[in-house]
Every structure is written in C-alpha cells, then in structure tokens.
C-alpha cells in the first residue's frame, strides 16, 4: 500500500502530536507491506530521512507556518498519482482533493471548546480543518474515547471515526535501577538533583501548571529538599506559569531546564519521587503513559483521557484543585504502600501500549479508508 504521510507540522524539537508522528513514521516505514512517501518541509528533508530512512521524500512545503498551512491546502490529488491514502496526522487535509482517499487525526476539539487555550490565529484555522476533515475524509482517527465522543457531538463527521490509542517506547520508557547512577549523572547535567516532583510539557494554559506550582508551594514546607521541575518550552501562555512561580514563595526551588531532549526524559521519570501532570484536557495525554512505563508514581487530572489511559495506576484529582493535588503529592511523598502499588501498576498498564500495535491499527485505517472509496 502507497502511503503519503504529511509531517510538515512536526517541529524540530516535537513534543505531544509531534512525538506521535514522528514514531508512525518510524513504524511505518519500517513495515512490507508500506510504501511510504513523507511530505515535508523544503528545509526539513534531511531530518525525515534519518528517522524514516526507506521512505520516499516530497520537500516541496515552505517553512513559514501560514505559508506551510496555505500550500498545503492546495496540494491536488494529480500530484500524488498511485497513492493509496493520505494521511495528515495533525487535524488537516488538503480542501481541494479528490483522491486518493485521506484519513486525518483529530487529537482533541479545544479549538471549539476552549479557543481560550490557542493563538487566535490557529482557533478559526483549525476549527475550519476539522469541520473540512470530518466531512471529506473517509477517516478519522482520535487517540481517545474521549475525542472521539466530543467529535461527533460538535461536528457530526460523514467519515468513520476510528480511536487508536498511542504507543510508548518501552526501549527508552522502563523501570531499571541498573541505570541509577547514569540517569543521575544525566540529571545534574541540567541542574536537576532528587528529591524532586517532576512535570514534563509545553508551558502552555492547558496543562495547568500554574496550580502545580501552588500546590508544591502547599508540600514545600514539610519537605525542605524537594524540588519542582518543569521540563519543557514556553508555549503560548507561559507568563502564566512565570508569575506562578515569582510568586510562590519557593522560586529556587523550582527547577525550569527547559526542552529536554531524548536521553534526559526517561531519567526525570525513573528518578522523580513523582510526576505531576494536572493537564485540563489532553486529547491523550502521552506524558502519563511514559511516566507510568516507567514506574513512576503518576497524579494526572479525573475525567480525562489521561484518567482513561492510566486508569487505576496512577492518583487522580478533579481539574485545577490544589488543595487535592497537593494531597496527592504528599501521598506519593509520604506513603511507601501507595508509592510501590503505583510503580508497580503503572508498567503492566502501559506494556499493552506499543508503537507497533498503534500503527498496525493505522494499516486497518489505511485499508478501510481505501475500500470506502472502492466500494462508493
């Protein structure tokens, strides 16, 4: 099967969507039964073909993300003569296509429900790609139930909505106390020393991190060497989480190494006395499940697709309490039965998730996509 993937919007250092494209693009090229051509950015071919080294390379979209999204919408189907399906992993699709038949992924619908969140330059973009995709594309896939419910709630979508959870890579994402010493050696190479609650994300308004930072405030006292780290960039909103942290109380205690790279997450999972992800809303949430992959005790948020993955291996609190989350962290903190059933549960929990069961669920996608067509 002839597979275009469109990975023009993953950036240089991916994080949530991006990680997830990055890896099918792995998966998928490194399958028979695909043939796999990449679309990218002119400047960004060279990167593609060092994670997807069989695949073919189409460099023909600007870089500049208004230009990037606008040639994109204009790409015709006489371009891509003996494709199979398209496939854009990131809410879109080109507007003007007829074939071959598309399956796009719609992570989550918070440009309907929570514009607030975005740039308002990419809220009335994108609710227009999703309404366009759910109506022209003879696939959806969501990673969650959740966003799967919420999409044929808002837009009512003539394709078939698929949910493909994630995967994880259970190579870097695993409990080893054979490493200790490596991973702690990695850790102080960005300052970063345990005792320590961690949070890995993009600074940005959805994940809540300013009720993070008060609730360590509230458990800060009772644990003069802990420490608090937010590994990630800045993301729109994230003067936010900089007031939040001036006004704590406990600014030098609160650790921001910035984008952490490859090697570095996997240690700041293994060695945090726990990981914090108080996210509002995610349309999966692949943080959690790397946390849980690698035994680490885990407090996300209740009624998310977070609480769906993580189920009963990790503690869950209601969006935006920090009296609870602060609780949850003490727990973790401070009691040894609790801590232990979590590093325990959390592996089993994620081992059912693998890139390679992820994306032999994408090929059934793929196959559908095409047979709808064959069979209109």
């Known amino acids: 099967m002839r597979v275009l993937l469109d990975v023009s919007a993953v950036p240089e250092r991916p994080v949530g969507a991006g990680v997830y494209t990055v890896n099918l693009a792995k998966a998928l090229d490194e399958r028979s039964d695909i043939d796999l051509t990449l679309l990218t950015r002119r400047a960004d071919a060279s990167r593609w073909s060092t994670i997807a080294p069989a695949a073919r390379l189409d460099a023909r979209l600007p870089a500049v993300r208004p230009l990037r999204l606008a040639a994109e919408q204009m790409v015709r189907a006489a371009d891509e003569d003996g494709l199979d399906v398209w496939h854009g992993p990131h809410y879109t699709m080109p507007w003007f296509r007829s074939s071959p038949p598309a399956v796009v992924t719609v992570h989550d619908l918070t440009f309907f429900d929570h514009p607030e969140w975005h740039e308002r330059s990419k809220v009335a973009f994108f609710r227009r790609a999703i309404r366009a995709s759910a109506e022209r594309a003879q696939v959806v896939v969501?990673?969650?139930?959740?966003?799967?419910?919420?999409?044929?709630?808002?837009?009512?979508?003539?394709?078939?909505?698929?949910?493909?959870?994630?995967?994880?890579?259970?190579?870097?994402?695993?409990?080893?106390p054979a490493v200790e010493d490596a991973d702690l050696e990695v850790l102080r190479g960005i300052?970063?020393?345990?005792?320590?609650?961690?949070?890995?994300g993009t600074l940005e308004p959805r994940k809540d991190v300013p009720t993070l930072v008060d609730a360590f405030a509230r458990i800060a006292p009772g644990h003069p060497d802990l420490r608090l780290v937010l590994?990630?960039?800045?993301?729109?909103?994230?003067?936010?989480?900089?007031?939040?942290?001036?006004?704590?109380?406990?600014?030098?205690?609160?650790?921001?190494?910035?984008?952490?790279?490859?090697?570095?997450?996997p240690a700041l999972y293994r060695r945090?006395?726990?990981?914090?992800?108080?996210?509002?809303?995610?349309?999966?949430?692949?943080?959690?499940?790397?946390?849980?992959?690698?035994?680490?005790?885990?407090?996300?948020?209740?009624?998310?697709?977070?609480?769906?993955?993580?189920?009963?291996?990790?503690?869950?609190?209601?969006?935006g309490a920090t009296d609870r989350l602060a609780a949850a962290l003490e727990t973790c903190l401070t009691d040894r039965g609790t801590e232990q059933a979590l590093r325990e549960r959390g592996p089993h929990v994620a081992a059912a998730h693998t890139w390679a069961v992820s994306t032999a669920a994408h090929v059934e996608a793929y196959s559908a996509a095409a047979a709808r067509v064959g069979s209109a």
């Open 142 to 176: 969501t990673p969650s139930e959740t966003t799967a419910r919420r999409l044929r709630d808002l837009v009512h979508p003539s394709a078939d909505v698929v949910t493909i959870p994630h995967g994880v890579d259970h190579d870097r994402f695993h409990p080893d």
């Open 191 to 200: 300052g970063v020393h345990p005792p320590f609650v961690a949070f890995a």
């Open 231 to 265: 590994a990630g960039g800045d993301g729109w909103g994230a003067n936010a989480v900089r007031r939040a942290v001036g006004s704590s109380g406990f600014t030098t205690r609160i650790v921001r190494p910035g984008y952490v790279d490859d090697a570095v997450l």
């Open 272 to 319: 945090a006395a726990a990981v914090a992800y108080p996210s509002l809303e995610e349309g999966f949430g692949l943080p959690v499940l790397e946390a849980l992959a690698c035994g680490a005790p885990t407090v996300t948020t209740r009624g998310t697709s977070m609480a769906d993955v993580a189920g009963d291996a990790a503690l869950l609190v209601d969006r």
